[in-house]
C-alpha cells in the first residue's frame, strides 16, 4: 500500500518534470521566433517607409537613395559590371589590400608587442614614440603613402597596415604585461629558459588579448583600404564610392557601403569561427598541443 | 595518558653544517620599495634544512615566509650573508629545486597530461619519455582519468594534486612549498597532506613548507621554525618527535600533537599578536 502510493508518487514526480522542461523549451522556442519577427517586421517597416518616402517625394532619391535604385544598382554591377570593370574584381582588389594590411600589421603588432612586453627598458624608451605615432590621425597618412607609394596596391596596404599595426601592439603589450607572475615564476623553476617562458607562458596567455584585438582591427584595416583607394586609386570598392560621389549618384554610394558591409560581416563571421577554434578554452584561453 | 614534553624539544641555533641540503647562514635582506623606502624583509635569518628532513616555517603574516623560499631558488638575492643548496652557494634557479605554490600556477591552455610533462619537457627530456614519465606521475597522485582534462575543469583539490605532480616529476632534491594548501577545504587539505607525505617519503627530498597554520606544520614537520613578526628572524626552533608515518585525520587527536601545538603556540601567539597590531596602524 504504502509502497504503491510511493512508486506512484516517483512516476508522477517524472511525468512532471517531462511535461515541465518541454513547456520550459517551448517558451524559449517562442521567444526566439518572437525576436527573429521583430527584427524582420523593423526591416521590412525602414525599407517601406524609405520606398514609399522616395515614392511620394517626401524623401528627395536624387540625394538620399530609394531602396528600389540601390537594389537595381547593385543588380546593374552584378550583370553590366562597374565603369571601372567587374564587381568582383573590385571586391577582389580591396579585400587583397586589406588581407595584405590586416596580416602585416597583425604580426608587426604582435612581435613588437611581445618584445617590448619583455623588455623594460625598450618599453620604457619607445614608450613616448609610440604614443606620438599613435595619436597622429592615420587617414592622413594616407594622403602621404598616396605620393610616397603611388596609385597602386601598396599604399592602401600601408595605410591598412598602420590602422592595424598599433591596436593589435597596444593589446599584445597589455596582455604580456599581465601573464601571472606565479606561472612564470613556475616556469621558471621547472626549468624553462626565457625563449621557452615567451613561447609556452608569455604568448599563450596574451592570446586572448590578440584575439579580442585581431577582431576590432580587422575592420580597420578594411576602413585603411578603402579610404586608400578614395584618396586615389585605380580599382576597388573606395574608388567606386569616389566615382559615385562624383556623379551625384547616390544610389552608388550605398550600394558600395552596402557590399563593403557584407563583406566585413562574412569576414567578421570567419574571424569568430577561427577564434572559438584556438580559444576552446574560455574562460582559462587558449589550447596549444604539446610543446 | 602520558604526556611527553620533550616531544617539543626545543633547538638553540648553530652555524650551519656544509653538508647540509639548505643553509641559510646569518641572512639579512633589504629592498628598496619603488617609493624609495629601505624595507627589511628578514634579519640575522639562519636556517638549516638537512636531507630528506621536512621542515615548516610558521609566523604572522608579513614576517618574511615566502622570502626565506624565494633566497633558496635564487629569485631574491641576500644583502648580507649566505644561502647554499647541496652545499653549493645558490647562484641561478637550481634544477634541484621543485615549488609548489599557494596561487594556482598550472598552465590553463595545457592539459593535465601536458602541465605535468611540462618540466622535463623544459629540461630537454625526449617527448615520449617526458609523456611515459607523466602518465606515470599522473597515475601516483590518482588522476588516471583526467590526463586530458584541462586544469578548469577539475576542482580545487585535483589542481593541487596535479601541481604536485608537475613538481615531483622532475624529481627535486629540495622542495620549497609556499602555502600551497590554504586555499583548500578541511577535508581535502587532509588528503593532499596525506599525499605529501606519501610522496615525501619515497622521494626523500628535504622539504622547507611555509604555513600560517601551526597544526598543519606540527603534523606534517620533523622542524619547525617559528618567526618573529616583520622584519622577521628566527624566535625558536622545535623538533617534532611524533612517529611517522603520521595520518593526519587522527593525528590532531593524539595527545602529544597537542601538547606540542600548545607549547609552540604560546611561543607564537605574542608574534602573532605583534603583527596584528602592526598591520592595524600601518593599514597593510
Known amino acids: 500500500m504504502n509502497a504503491m502510493s510511493s512508486a506512484e508518487q516517483a512516476v508522477a514526480r517524472a511525468a512532471s518534470i517531462v511535461t515541465a522542461e518541454a513547456r520550459a523549451k517551448a517558451r524559449l522556442r517562442r521567444r526566439y521566433a518572437l525576436v527573429i519577427g521583430l527584427r524582420l517586421a523593423i526591416l521590412v517597416i525602414f525599407l517601406g517607409l524609405w520606398e514609399l518616402g522616395a515614392d511620394y517625394n517626401i524623401i528627395d532619391p536624387f540625394f538620399f537613395a530609394s531602396p528600389s535604385g540601390i537594389w537595381q544598382q547593385i543588380w546593374s554591377w552584378i550583370t553590366e559590371g562597374t565603369s571601372q570593370g567587374p564587381l568582383w574584381l573590385q571586391i577582389y582588389v580591396t579585400l587583397e589590400e586589406t588581407f595584405l594590411g590586416f596580416v602585416i600589421g597583425a604580426v608587426g603588432g604582435i612581435a613588437a608587442g611581445i618584445v617590448l612586453g619583455r623588455n623594460r627598458l625598450l618599453a620604457d624608451v619607445f614608450s613616448i614614440y609610440i604614443k606620438i605615432a599613435n595619436s597622429v590621425p592615420r587617414v592622413v597618412l594616407g594622403s602621404v603613402f598616396i605620393i610616397a607609394l603611388g596609385l597602386g596596391m601598396a599604399s592602401k596596404v600601408a595605410l591598412a597596415v598602420v590602422m592595424v599595426f598599433f591596436v593589435v601592439f597596444a593589446n599584445a603589450f597589455q596582455g604580456v604585461r599581465e601573464a601571472d607572475r606565479a606561472m612564470i615564476a613556475n616556469a621558471q623553476i621547472l626549468g624553462a629558459s626565457p625563449f621557452q617562458i615567451t613561447r609556452t607562458v608569455i604568448i599563450p596567455s596574451a592570446m586572448s588579448w590578440i584575439l579580442a584585438s585581431l577582431h576590432v582591427s580587422f575592420g580597420f584595416a578594411l576602413v585603411g583600404a578603402v579610404v586608400g583607394e578614395f584618396l586615389g586609386a585605380k580599382q576597388g570598392m573606395g574608388l567606386l564610392i569616389s566615382t559615385a560621389q562624383g556623379a551625384f549618384n547616390a544610389n552608388g554610394v550605398f550600394a558600395a557601403m552596402i557590399i563593403l558591409a557584407v563583406m566585413a560581416l562574412v569576414v567578421e563571421f570567419i574571424i569568430t569561427r577561427f577564434e572559438d577554434y584556438v580559444v576552446k578554452w574560455r574562460p582559462a584561453p587558449f589550447n596549444e598541443q604539446g610543446t | ?284
Not at chain 2, 259 to 269: F, M, P, S, T
Request: aromatic share 8%.
Open chain 2, 1 to 284: 595518558m602520558q604526556l611527553q614534553p620533550m616531544a617539543a624539544e626545543r633547538l638553540s641555533q648553530t652555524a650551519p653544517p656544509t653538508d647540509a641540503a639548505i643553509a641559510i647562514d646569518d641572512v639579512t635582506l633589504r629592498f628598496v620599495t619603488p617609493d624609495g623606502h629601505m624595507m627589511t624583509a628578514i634579519r640575522d635569518f639562519t636556517m638549516t634544512v638537512a636531507r630528506g628532513e621536512f621542515a615548516c616555517v610558521v609566523g604572522p603574516t608579513g614576517c618574511g615566509k615566502s622570502t626565506t623560499l624565494n633566497l633558496v631558488t635564487g629569485l631574491l638575492r641576500p644583502t648580507t650573508g649566505n644561502v647554499r643548496v647541496m652545499g653549493n652557494p645558490v647562484t641561478d634557479i637550481s634544477r634541484d629545486i621543485g615549488f609548489v605554490f599557494q596561487a594556482d600556477a598550472l598552465f590553463p591552455w595545457r592539459s593535465v597530461i601536458d602541465n605535468v610533462a611540462a618540466g622535463p619537457l623544459y629540461r630537454g627530456t625526449p617527448k615520449a619519455q617526458a609523456y611515459e614519465r607523466a602518465r606515470d606521475w599522473i597515475g601516483r597522485v590518482g588522476l588516471g582519468r583526467f590526463e586530458k582534462h584541462y586544469p578548469h575543469q577539475l576542482s580545487g583539490g585535483m589542481r593541487k594534486r596535479v601541481a604536485l605532480a608537475q613538481t615531483f616529476i622532475n624529481q627535486p632534491k629540495i622542495l620549497l612549498m609556499d602555502e600551497p594548501f590554504s586555499a583548500l577545504d578541511m577535508q581535502t587539505r587532509t588528503a593532499m597532506q596525506d599525499e605529501l607525505l606519501d610522496l615525501w617519503s619515497e622521494q626523500k627530498s628535504s622539504v622547507v613548507f611555509v604555513t600560517h597554520d601551526l597544526e598543519e606544520a606540527v603534523a606534517l614537520a620533523d622542524k619547525v621554525y617559528v618567526l618573529t613578526a616583520g622584519p622577521g628572524t628566527v624566535k625558536s626552533v622545535y623538533r617534532i618527535d611524533l612517529p611517522r608515518p603520521r595520518v593526519m585525520a587522527d593525528i590532531r587527536y593524539d595527545p602529544k600533537f597537542i601538547e606540542i601545538a600548545k607549547v609552540i603556540w604560546n611561543d607564537l601567539r605574542e608574534e602573532v599578536q605583534l603583527g596584528q597590531n602592526r598591520s592595524l596602524q600601518t593599514g597593510h
